[in-house]
């Protein structure tokens, strides 16, 4: 099992910055990729930005390019994701998840999530 803790949510305004983080622990060695989610209010979950877990190969959603950045501590085993510019439409609730290696894809580990709030 792979344990996931988010933090660093809140309430900020138009323009504003973030920085989430997740703290993974447990078996870790079978991890192949961290990844940021996001859900709005009456929308479905999707993903905002990935990362290998030796920290290569980042990918992004189209609609964060240029202000979100993902990032990992291998020291820490944790996984940052800097939000920049951020606007009301960023509004959700952030979740961190592991993908495994034996089944890639799957994300099978989840964290509890951190609420995202941006005042207009």
């Known amino acids: 099992q792979v344990q996931l803790v988010e933090s660093g949510g809140g309430l900020v305004e138009a323009g504003g910055s973030l920085r989430l983080s997740c703290a993974a622990s447990g078996r870790t060695f079978s991890v192949y990729r961290m990844g940021w989610f996001r859900q709005a209010p009456g929308k479905e979950r999707g993903v905002v930005a990935t990362?290998?877990?030796?920290?290569?190969?980042?990918y992004y959603a189209d609609s964060v390019k240029g202000r979100f950045t993902i990032s990992r501590d291998k020291a820490l085993s944790t996984v940052y994701l800097q939000i920049n510019g951020l606007s009301p439409e960023d509004t959700a609730v952030y979740y961190c998840?592991?993908?495994?290696?034996?089944?890639?894809?799957?994300?099978?580990?989840w964290g509890q999530g951190t609420q995202v709030t941006v005042s207009s």
């Open positions: 990362i290998t877990w030796s920290g290569g190969s980042p």
């Open positions: 998840a592991a993908d495994s290696l034996n089944v890639r894809g799957s994300w099978d580990y």
